[in-house]
């Protein structure tokens, strides 16, 4: 079945340091991938999204490329800053029941002033 | 756009008792409507696929007899805890796949449950 495997955290880091987190995935097909934020006490939000290889998806400054050679999709942000504290998932949706996904286990990062 | 929302947002019991979470696609209409339970700093575990009109379909080892969901219309899908006991106490996370994507799934912000 399909799998996402995340990197494991949490992931510490000063503000305006470089942030990378990895995601590798397994799927049959050709999966859309997804980056969602959970912030403390909320629920999750889409961050941002790639839906074909080489497809780049990018917001509020973080960036991630689908790799199918790979079948990576990791998450990078040049300066981080302390608000992007939170968690982050990254999931597939398949070609199977309409728009059920598969998440990884989630990454803390924590950035300090 | 793309608006979900959840209610309520925190929600204390005894139990015993049930207790009924709605789940609201505010601007768009949901074709599909997905419930999660988070126990903390763990990820999501799906409880549940809901689809308006038809029954629910239950990930194995989700009680349906406890864990009712009725989607009665295409914008509010509502999960009832029934006979709530401390070990349900978690936050409970809805979401909404919209007709014309199909495949992003919009969450709502969550409910705290605790289950005294």
């Known amino acids: 079945g399909d799998s996402v495997t995340q990197m494991e955290g949490p992931v510490t880091l000063s503000e305006e340091a470089f942030l990378t987190i990895n995601c590798t995935y397994t799927a049959t097909g050709y999966p859309s991938l997804f980056w969602y934020v959970q912030y403390p006490g909320e629920g999750l939000q889409l961050l941002l999204k790639?839906?074909?290889?080489?497809d780049k998806g990018s917001n509020k400054g973080f960036e991630a490329t689908y790799r199918k050679e790979t079948t990576s999709f990791h998450l990078e942000k040049g300066s981080v800053q302390v608000s992007d504290s939170a968690v982050y998932f990254c999931a597939l949706s398949g070609n199977t029941n309409a728009g059920k996904s598969t998440f990884g286990d989630g990454t803390t990062l924590t950035v300090k002033p | 756009g793309a608006v979900v929302s959840q209610h309520p947002s925190r929600v204390i019991c005894k139990s015993g008792t049930s207790v009924k979470i709605e789940c609201r696609s505010l601007d768009f209409q949901a074709t599909t409507m997905f419930w999660y339970r988070q126990f903390p700093k763990k990820s999501l575990m799906l409880m549940a696929t809901?689809?308006?009109?038809?029954?629910?379909?239950?990930e194995q080892g989700v009680e349906k007899d406890k864990f009712l969901i009725n989607h009665a219309s295409l914008t509010l899908s509502t999960l009832t805890v029934t006979s709530a006991h401390p070990e349900d106490s978690s936050f409970y996370i809805c979401?909404?796949?919209?007709?014309?994507?199909?495949?992003?799934?919009?969450f709502g912000p969550g409910t705290r449950l605790l289950v005294l």
């Open positions: 790639a839906t074909k290889a080489d």
């Open positions: 979401s909404a796949v919209g007709e014309a994507d199909g495949e992003t799934q919009y």
């Open positions: 809901s689809n308006e009109g038809s029954k629910a379909t239950y």
